[in-house]
């Protein structure tokens, strides 16, 4: 297995150096995305053990997650480093949990997360209780996303700061929850760090046995720690071990969870100064070709917060295209869809190996949308398919409770009811709700019976606006059904932009969250429900049960699903092609700024602050174009359409808005694929052909402006010399184009699917 893996995996001169990094320094190894880092690592073990008799109690590897860490054991195992004298690889979690010695707590984490969940949520209750404040006002995912970063960040309920709305609110849930918890002796997920923390540091002994044998830590992915895992770190290395972290400040994207790029680019010098340090630089791709690797090296830099670094492909002439869709029309999902069904069907390529990403799951929508309509299987990944979104089905189940209002309340009704009484914010609340369902359900009384007669009896409001906001919700009902009564196939478009507008949902949305992601992808999902049913053209009774019933996987096998998800869960991995649909402002850059609203209340400095808003969404671009091996493809509007006519409605307006994203720009493409253009050429001919190629591309080169001229610079001097010297390729030449498919020259390739033709995928979009 080793004499395999070693023929195959050769060390470049840039992973050699960090293989045998010397003792007695602390090491930075900032490494692009698919340079092998994890073989690096695995090299650098083997060193270790092999060549300085290193034992395996004296190295610690640090990871992120339990994937990366199989994966990189596995690595080891092949390098003839068997699983019994491996050295300790953990995740930060699981070493921290050992540590601290938290098995005898009662666990709230993994499947007992919804124990958490539960104390969280009579937490939220008890305050808004002691407050006098409607449940509606605070959000669980936010109190819940709040915890998390003061504990990520080491502070305690008596120092936590917040710095959004109904602050003493948050602050007091997490006083609170803590409280809870600590009389349950449990413990969550995010308390392993902190606990593992305040045992070394509080616990001489537990310290030195801990750190006392390490001689070597090596941390993976370290631009994506937080102050509790840098804290744990330093405490590892109290006792003189060699410290070495390896990542990429460019993929820096969970700073939303209190990651900070700060670690990785100052803070590792300034924190571990007790030994000389050195930085190495893994800059050669082996996922990708020239063209992926160039444009999204031209991406980054524009970053101003980073460590300069080139991205460059190891072997320039593997063939990664780059197709930019975008057109007046605004169906750029459509030739997208044209696009994975052509490369399925014609071209053999597996459904597995194909993924749709997105900043948001939100612009997945006008894909989602086209697979729909086009029968593609597909699967949202980690979120909710739109239609599947709360804020969907609060729009249809105000349909769905108007048609109901003559039934006696059952469980449905009840859910659907309760789902939409607050939604705009009314402040009705929930136990009284329940109260009026249940004693309805027990006189046998409709749902408009029942209305009508707790209206009709002030006794029933805690608060004298209330009377008026159940109104208001029995007004809405009330019309929505004289509309269906009046109009029985009235089509669910017309129903729905009514409602819309009539409740000021998508408003709602923006004054509970703000400006923000949250409203943001909750008002593009509401838009995606109504041009949907616009697309459907159903009246609103065959649009719901279509709804209803809608299967996103066709019923077909997982194999033959085209997986959607978002760029965040993809950190880390690679696929053959990748599709970015509606790559515009508002979508990719996300068009405002979700700050941390936590901090420290007395060590306000302790923690980086997070970088700039567009740096972050531009890192986050990077991560997405470079998880592609061999194809990339981008839809985008192609132009901005400014004059609309006043009466258009408010979709079109939404569309004529769009702007292509500023990173389409960013990535230089028409300079980056002219040169890829003569590089291959000069790869693929023969003497004289191949000198005339690159010196008409040089030609060509020289033409370019200077910010321009300078990133391609490395890549002539290191690269076209070994091209003109040594490359010989017997392969039948492969056009290299921007912007063209050649289905009837490439030949089909034997599938890694049972059922590969998708043949109950619809043709007429060829």
Same mark, same amino acid.
């Given at each position: ?72 054991? #596995? ?57 006098? %404040? ?109 410290? %070495? ?120 929508? /006008? ?149 923000? #992601? ?41 194999? /033959? ?206």
């Amino acid at each position: 297995m080793k004499e395999e893996l070693a023929k195959s995996v050769v060390p470049t001169d840039e992973q050699r150096q960090v293989i045998q990094h010397p003792d007695g320094h602390h090491g930075r190894v900032l490494s692009v995305a698919g340079s092998g880092k994890t073989m690096t690592m695995a090299f650098r073990i083997e060193h270790l053990m092999k060549e300085r008799r290193v034992t395996k109690r004296q190295i610690q590897v640090l990871m992120f997650n339990h994937l990366a860490r199989n994966q990189f054991m #596995e690595k080891l195992a092949q390098l003839g480093i068997s699983r019994n004298r491996q050295p300790q690889v953990n995740t930060f979690h699981s070493y921290a949990y050992r540590v601290a010695n938290l098995q005898p707590h009662k666990q709230w984490f993994g499947e007992y997360k919804e124990l958490a969940d539960l104390e969280l949520k009579r937490s939220i209750s008890s305050v808004l209780k002691q407050h006098e %404040m409607s449940e509606e006002e605070i959000d669980f995912e936010d109190a819940a996303r709040a915890i998390d970063l003061w504990k990520g960040a080491l502070i305690p309920p008596d120092r936590a700061g917040y710095s959004g709305p109904n602050a003493n609110i948050y602050v007091a849930i997490y006083q609170e929850f803590e409280e809870r918890r600590t009389e349950e002796n449990a413990i969550t997920f995010d308390d392993f760090v902190p606990l593992a923390v305040n045992l070394l540091t509080s616990n001489e002994n537990a310290l030195s046995e801990h750190a006392e044998p390490l001689r070597y830590i090596i941390v993976d992915e370290y631009q994506d720690i937080n102050l509790g895992q840098q804290r744990l770190i330093e405490l590892l290395a109290s006792r003189g071990a060699d410290v %070495m972290v390896v990542g990429d400040d460019d993929q820096t994207i969970y700073e939303w969870r209190g990651a900070r790029s700060e670690y990785i680019l100052r803070e590792f010098m300034e924190t571990f100064n007790n030994k000389p340090h050195v930085t190495y630089r893994l800059s050669r791709s082996f996922r990708f070709g020239y063209s992926i690797a160039q444009t999204s090296y031209n991406v980054v830099t524009h970053n101003t917060n980073r460590n300069e670094k080139i991205l460059l492909a190891h072997d320039p002439a593997l063939d990664s295209r780059i197709t930019v869709v975008g057109n007046r029309s605004g169906d750029a999902s459509r030739h997208l869809t044209t696009e994975i069904v052509s490369l399925v069907k014609r071209e053999g390529v597996s459904p597995t190996d194909i993924r749709v990403l997105g900043r948001t799951f939100s612009q997945l929508n /006008s894909l989602s949308t086209e697979f729909l309509v086009h029968r593609v299987p597909f699967k949202v990944v980690g979120g909710s398919f739109f239609l599947e979104a709360n804020e969907c089905q609060v729009l249809l189940d105000y349909i769905r409770v108007a048609v109901s209002l003559n039934q006696i309340p059952d469980e449905t009704i009840d859910r659907r009811f309760l789902n939409i009484a607050n939604k705009p914010g009314r402040f009705l609340a929930r136990r009284d709700l329940l109260r009026m369902l249940q004693v309805g359900r027990h006189n046998r009384q409709s749902l408009r019976d029942l209305l009508d007669a707790v209206l009709r009896d002030p006794t029933k409001f805690a608060r004298g606006d209330q009377k008026q906001k159940l109104e208001d919700l029995t007004s809405v009902l009330e019309e929505i059904d004289q509309k269906i009564r009046t109009a029985p196939q009235i089509r669910a478009e017309t129903l729905l932009e009514w409602i819309d507008k009539e409740i000021k949902l998508q408003q709602h949305y923006e004054n509970y969250y703000g400006q923000g #992601e949250p409203s943001l992808v909750r008002t593009q999902n509401i838009a995606a429900l109504k041009g949907y049913a616009r697309h459907t053209a159903l009246n609103w009774k065959a649009f719901i049960a279509h709804v209803d019933n809608v299967d996103t996987t066709q019923g077909r096998p997982e194999t /033959s699903w085209i997986k959607m998800t978002t760029i965040h869960r993809t950190k880390g991995l690679e696929f053959d092609y990748v599709f970015i649909p509606d790559c515009q402002e508002g979508f990719l850059p996300v068009l405002s700024d979700s700050d941390d609203p936590t901090y420290d209340k007395e060590q306000p400095k302790r923690e980086p602050k997070a970088a700039e808003w567009i740096e972050n969404e531009r890192r986050l671009f990077y991560v997405g174009i470079t998880r592609a091996r061999k194809g990339l493809y981008i839809g985008a509007p192609e132009v901005e359409l400014t004059e609309q006519p006043p009466e258009k409605n408010a979709e079109s307006r939404r569309k004529a808005r769009a702007i292509a994203s500023r990173f389409l720009e960013e990535m230089e493409l028409h300079q980056t694929q002219q040169i890829a253009n003569e590089l291959q050429m000069a790869a693929r001919h023969e003497e004289g052909h191949r000198l005339a190629g690159v010196c008409r591309h040089l030609a060509a080169y020289h033409q370019l402006v200077g910010t321009v001229k300078e990133k391609y610079a490395e890549f002539f001097t290191d690269r076209v010399r070994s091209e003109l010297a040594a490359v010989k390729l017997s392969a039948a030449e492969r056009p290299f184009t921007y912007k063209q498919r050649y289905i009837g020259r490439i030949p089909k390739k034997e599938s890694h699917q049972k059922d590969p033709d998708w043949s109950w995928v619809r043709d007429d979009i060829l």
